[in-house]
């Protein structure tokens, strides 16, 4: 209130404004000009069943693994320390993911106990796949996680002692 209108700006043709920034970003992955980083926007999470006896009726709890940290840059990746997790493959399967934009001290392998109900951590859209082997398999993996510079959080399921890797796939850019 009480400020000069705001001053409308000579503008160039929006229509070519996405690839001037594409150009240039290509220019700047070469050395050259000034890169603007920035980083994801929120720490995200693996919700990890925890193991507890099955009882009917009875959901176990779920916690949470950080495997990208608020500010994570695109174009990096991080392995989380050393825990070996167990796979199913073979046949349909869920993994809940997590985000959080008040958790900015969370750092690749910090744990979250109760992930669905801390108040910290949103749940977002979960992804369901069918991982390629025998059906019903378990296989000890260790995570490795990757921003993309395309707006995509990689999580890398490797084998431990094998050569068997498989790939989810997390768009970080978009809000549901």
């Not at 707006?151 to 084998?159: D, M, N, R, S, Y």
Request: proline share 6%.
């Amino acid at each position: 209130e009480g400020a000069k209108p705001a001053k409308e700006l000579a503008g160039a043709d929006l229509d070519l404004s996405v690839a001037r920034g594409a150009a240039y970003y290509g220019w700047v992955r070469e050395g050259h000009g000034i890169r603007i980083r920035g980083g994801t926007a929120q720490a995200y999470y693996v919700g990890v069943e925890a193991a507890v006896p099955a009882v009917p009726g009875f959901e176990p709890p779920i916690r949470a693994l950080c495997v990208a940290p608020f500010g994570m840059e695109e174009g990096t990746a991080a392995a989380v320390p050393p825990q070996e997790f167990g796979l199913v493959v073979g046949e349909p399967t869920q993994f809940r993911f997590f985000s959080s934009s008040v958790r900015r001290q969370d750092n690749v392998g910090d744990w979250i106990e109760d992930a669905v109900h801390s108040g910290e951590l949103e749940e977002v859209s979960p992804v369901e796949t069918t991982l390629r082997g025998k059906s019903g398999q378990l296989v000890p993996v260790n995570l490795q996680a990757t921003v993309t510079e395309l707006g995509t959080l990689e999580l890398h399921c490797i084998e431990k002692n094998g050569a068997d890797r498989w790939k989810l796939e997390l768009n970080v850019r978009m809000k549901e």
